[in-house]
């Protein structure tokens, strides 16, 4: 793998500045951005390790902490292993953030951290793209909508909520992008039971949008997460595949300059 490139980076928003972690190529060139959006736990050494394994391929990485309303990384203090089902507190300490980052905050926040990669170096002109996990996958979702100008590609991996009946569910969404998109769900997922998979499907199709969807199976809600008890090596490294062809098709392609 190529070797990377780390840093931690500041990124002004309309809302204060939102701490990140950076990482690119060891090289002096310009790669596709990528935006990835952090499951619930936040950064942490497993995320960022995703995010350089990203890096090494040929792109510049930006992960957002985005519950920087709550302070800089680690916002919330995690174990090195992460079980909820033997630590119910964590998600007792998450639950409110999560709900404080409101669809029209995360929409707010995509522009701050899009319009922020167009002045970085690192970062090659032309379109990004946008990858999300569990709840990362909403916002990437979101992120691909309100930008459809700058969003190529995003992918979703074991996404929850995504088509519920809220009157902002993701899904609505579906009209307004253009970008390629993937989902890699997980099989038997309490936040994504299969009336939503079919209500996105149906979305998605009707919208004419670009995308496949598949259902890992015998994989758990955040089986890309090696930190954490969901963890599924074959789903994950499934994942890369899926991910990295995406990737390429959308931002290294002559269509994509």
């Known amino acids: 793998m190529t070797a990377v490139r780390t840093s931690s980076v500041d990124i002004p928003t309309a809302d204060g500045v939102a701490d990140a972690y950076l990482t690119h190529p060891e090289d002096t ?3 596709p951005g990528v935006l990835l959006y952090m499951d619930a736990f936040g950064i942490r050494p497993h995320l960022t390790a995703m995010a350089d394994r990203l890096a090494s391929s040929g792109y510049t990485v ?11 990384t680690p916002v919330v203090e995690l174990p090195e292993f992460i079980d909820p ?5 964590i998600f007792e300490r998450i639950g ?3 709900r404080e980052l409101t669809p029209e905050r995360a929409v707010r926040d995509a522009g701050a951290y ?6 970085r170096p690192e970062v090659a002109n032309g379109p990004v793209g946008v ?5 990362g ?15 190529a590609a995003a992918a979703c991996f074991h996404g929850g909520n995504l088509a519920t009946e809220d009157p902002d569910s993701p899904h609505r969404l579906a009209e307004h992008i253009t970008a390629e998109l993937y989902f890699g769900h997980a099989d038997q997922d309490h936040a994504l039971p299969p009336e939503q998979i079919e209500r996105l499907d149906r979305a998605l199709t009707e919208a004419g949008v670009r995308y496949r969807a598949e259902v890992y199976e015998g994989a758990a809600h955040g089986y890309t997460q090696a930190d954490t008890a969901s963890y599924d090596r074959d789903a994950a490294e499934r994942h890369w595949t899926e991910l990295l062809a995406l990737l390429d098709r959308a931002l290294n392609s002559e269509g994509a300059s």
């Open 29 to 31: 060139a310009a790669h």
């Open 62 to 72: 930006v992960v957002p902490n985005v519950f920087y309303r709550h302070g800089r």
């Open 85 to 89: 089902h033997q630590r119910p507190d």
């Open 96 to 98: 409110p953030i999560m």
């Open 114 to 119: 899009l319009e922020w990669m167009t002045t």
């Open 131 to 135: 990858t999300g996990y569990c709840m």
């Open 137 to 151: 996958a909403a916002l990437a979702m979101r992120t691909a909508a309100a930008h459809p100008d700058r969003v």
